[in-house]
């Protein structure tokens, strides 16, 4: 039987051999704001797994959250991602976002 790999309740990224989320090292700070590569920001913004890795680089994609490359690492602003995530689950296009915790409801 495969076994799944161990995921981050918070952001769900797989889990290294340490057990220890990447997404737990702390931002940078720079002239009063936080940055931080996907899985840092989907580990901040991301309560119960709910905002992924993916998302944060869909929303780079296709919602214009801009992208700062540091050497070979690309990085973004937490502010800015936090609106746009804001504004993703408070808009009325789409479905409603499905935990994998959630039961599903009888029709």
Not at 39 to 60: C, F, K, P, S, Y
């Amino acid at each position: 039987m495969i076994r799944s790999p161990a995921r981050c309740p918070t952001c769900r990224a797989v889990l290294p051999a340490s057990g220890i989320c990447t997404g737990t090292t702390p931002l940078l700070a720079l002239d009063s704001r936080r940055y931080g590569i996907a899985t840092q920001i989907a580990h901040n913004l991301g309560d119960n797994g709910d905002v992924t890795e993916d998302m944060v680089i869909n929303w780079r994609r296709f919602d214009g959250l801009p992208r700062y490359r540091i050497g070979r690492s690309v990085y973004h602003a937490l502010d800015e991602a936090r609106t746009i995530e804001r504004d993703k689950r408070l808009g009325s296009k789409g479905r409603p976002r499905r935990l994998d915790h959630d039961t599903p409801v009888a029709a």
